[in-house]
T-cell receptor, first 114, second 111 residues
Framework: SAVISQKPSRDICQRGTSLTIQCQVD?????MFWYRQQPGQSLTLIAT?????????ESGFVIDKFPISRPNLTFSTLTVSNMSPEDSSIYLC???????????FGPGTRLTVT | GENVEQHPSTLSVQEGDSAVIKCTYS??????FPWYKQELGKRPQLIID?????GEKKDQRIAVTLNKTAKHFSLHITETQPEDSAVYFC??????????FGKGTSLLVTP
């Protein structure tokens, strides 16, 4: 399985500011995804990040609020913009291993907005 | 889009008993069905998966069954142990697409 790291692991941010979360994979992968998991809840897909093209956002998530970059096949960033307390959550990246259906998750970024 | 229903939301069993978690999906084009275990404060961990061309798969104490006609799949854990206590998520997807998750089942195994 791929080794996935995320930075930061946690952060406490003030309302109205932005935070960029990084996701690094130890091998090249085509498909990367960003999920949000609110406390005690399931995982909700924010967007699919493909290298060389615009991210594809799910209903309820917009590019202005959650801009995503995917500059190469091992790295992606998710920015949470103009944060409010409702954005407090765990943000996870995941990758689909090439030539496999399997998807693996990064350790997550725990965000608290005050 | 795909809708995944998962039951029960909580499950308590005694150590050594079996646990069964069931999921249904709505999109007949889904062809991949993984199960994840998430311990408190940890990332979801893939424990077993099944593809649509297979009806059953087993890995030691864990098994998954798939009924494509009825569009449901189940996770079976035998001889449960306290370390099996966690939240389990089922998911469904099509190749190259993101996972659609169920709401999760909180499993508690009591000694």
């Amino acid at each position: 399985s791929a080794v996935i790291s995320q930075k930061p692991s946690r952060d406490i941010c003030q309302r109205g500011t932005s935070l960029t979360i990084q996701c690094q994979v130890d091998s090249q992968v085509t498909m990367m995804f960003w999920y949000r998991q609110q406390p005690g809840q399931s995982l909700t897909l924010i967007a699919t990040a493909n290298q060389g093209s615009e991210a594809t956002y799910e209903s309820g998530f917009v590019i202005d609020k959650f801009p995503i970059s995917r500059p190469n096949l091992t790295f992606s960033t998710l920015t949470v913009s103009n944060m409010s307390p409702e954005d407090s959550s765990i943000y996870l990246c995941s990758v689909e291993a090439d030539f496999s259906y399997e998807q693996y998750f990064g350790p997550g970024t725990r965000l608290t907005v005050t | 889009g795909e809708n995944v229903e998962q039951h029960p939301s909580t499950l308590s069993v005694q150590e050594g008993d079996s646990a069964v978690i069931k999921c249904t999906y709505s999109d007949s084009a889904s062809n991949y069905f993984p199960w994840y275990k998430q311990e408190l404060g940890k990332r979801p961990q893939l424990i077993i998966d099944i593809r649509s061309n297979v009806g059953e798969k087993k890995d030691q104490r864990i098994a998954v069954t798939l009924n494509k006609t009825a569009k449901h799949f189940s996770l079976h854990i035998t001889e449960t142990q306290p370390e099996d206590s966690a939240v389990y998520f089922c998911a469904a997807s099509k190749t190259g697409y993101a996972l659609n998750f169920g709401k999760g089942t909180s499993l508690l195994v009591t000694p």
